[in-house]
């Protein structure tokens, strides 16, 4: 079994593995970058985004771009593989990127599904999904079978979101003695971030939300398990939920409600408002817990109440001035709403395993063969302590297991 990774050696987010045997050759994640971008030209992989297909499958992790938002590079004939929720929600993501900047989403509808625990075949090779978790719902990681070999690809996770409890006894039982284990290292260099469990993060959201009746919160529309936190600490709180009137969150929420089997993910008929004005009497006599972004909609309603909370619930780094990924538009967003009198909050969980997670995995799994991906620090894995050899490979690089 040979694994290759194209890119995301020493990045995060932009990962493509692939994994090959002699009969069969698949991809893992085909992802943009995210920024600072290395200004190099787009990748090109023969057979799968240029020349003749040559490849039985791309699988795709879970919905974030740094790992599905190449989908319109791969070629027509290769075909696309994701969970069934995620598809639901990504295409959801793409409309309103299409509405945006014209994105052509229309490859996403075409995209097959799988299940966990359901083994999809493709010549010698066996790829088995397992739900994993991750600020992504419906996220997924790869059990890769070839030849009395077994191969982990982890994608992105962690063990402190609402299926974070599960996640040991998931590698235990289903990835035990793996050859190659493929794993995120996003925290690596990150180290000094403290980690809250989701379920601490709802917690401090209710204290909030008990102390102040206009409560905003700038979060990604899909990172699912942070906005269930939210919703379960308003309706402890008798606070309304509201979200932009734009459809696109509610929609969301929907699609998460109707595939999820936890009732945690269960968002309720009548329980999510879609802000408007006619809102504004209930809001300010109930108080609210308002799930908002850096648009239009969300700075109007700022500006419509008065001893706002602004809850930042994004990795911070994207309103450090010094840092590569600094994001000026979420930073001037904020800025303003500090300026016009808001009270800035910061309340954020990382989406990615702590170092001590990523040891863990390494000895429950067993893995004899460790290659990190997705983080700008992958050297660090050498001080892990890990009983398997750590394996950093350059971007392009191949290691047969
Ligand atoms: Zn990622
Ligand atoms: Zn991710």
């Known amino acids: 079994m040979q694994i290759k990774i194209y890119r995301g050696t020493h990045r995060i987010g932009g990962c493509v593995t692939e994994i090959k045997t002699e009969d069969a050759r698949i991809i893992i994640d085909a992802g943009e970058e995210l920024p600072p971008f290395d200004g190099n030209a787009p990748l090109e992989i023969e057979g799968v985004t240029c020349g003749n297909a040559q490849c039985g499958g791309v699988f795709i992790t879970h919905y974030h771009g740094d790992h599905a938002g190449m989908y319109n590079r791969i070629l027509p004939s290769v075909p696309i593989y994701m969970g069934s929720a995620a598809k639901r929600i990504y295409s959801l993501v793409q409309r309103a990127a299409h509405a945006q900047n014209g994105t052509d989403f229309g490859r996403v509808e075409t995209f097959k599904t799988y299940e966990a625990g359901k083994p999809i075949c493709i010549a010698d090779m066996k790829i088995t999904p397992y739900a994993i978790d991750h600020s992504a719902f419906d996220a997924y990681m790869f059990l ?43 925290m690596m260099s990150r180290r000094g971030e403290t980690i809250l469990t989701e379920r601490q993060l709802g917690q401090r959201a209710q204290k909030i939300l008990h102390d102040n009746k206009s409560v905003f919160v700038l ?21 309304m939920f509201i979200v932009c009137e734009d459809d696109y969150q509610s929609k969301i929420l929907r699609v998460v409600s109707q595939n999820a089997k936890s009732s945690f993910y269960d968002f309720g008929r009548g329980k999510v408002y879609a802000y408007g004005k006619n809102l504004h009497g209930a809001m300010a006599e109930r108080g609210f817990c308002f799930i908002g972004r850096t648009n239009r909609i969300t700075r109007q309603a700022l500006n419509a109440f008065s001893d706002n909370v602004l809850i930042y619930s994004m990795w911070t780094g994207y309103l450090n001035k010094s840092h590569p990924a600094y994001d000026e538009y979420k930073s001037s967003f904020v800025n303003e709403a500090v300026a016009n009198g808001s009270s800035l909050r910061y309340l954020h969980t990382s989406g990615h395993a702590s170092a001590d997670q990523i040891r863990r995995v390494c000895a429950i799994t067993g893995a004899k063969t460790i290659i990190p991906i997705h983080s700008e620090y992958p050297e660090a894995f050498y001080s892990l302590g890990t009983d398997g050899a750590v394996h950093v490979l350059q971007d392009g690089e191949s290691i047969t297991v």
Do not use: Q
Not at 221 to 231: L, V
């Open 144 to 186: 890769v079978e070839s030849g009395g070999k077994r191969a982990l690809h982890t994608g992105d996770f962690r063990m402190h979101g609402a299926r974070g409890r599960k996640m040991p006894e998931v590698f235990k039982k289903y990835a035990r003695d793996i050859d190659a284990l493929i794993i995120e290292g996003t």
């Open 219 to 239: 979060c990604s529309s899909t990172n699912i398990d942070t906005i269930a936190e939210f919703f379960w600490a308003a309706a402890a709180e008798n606070r």
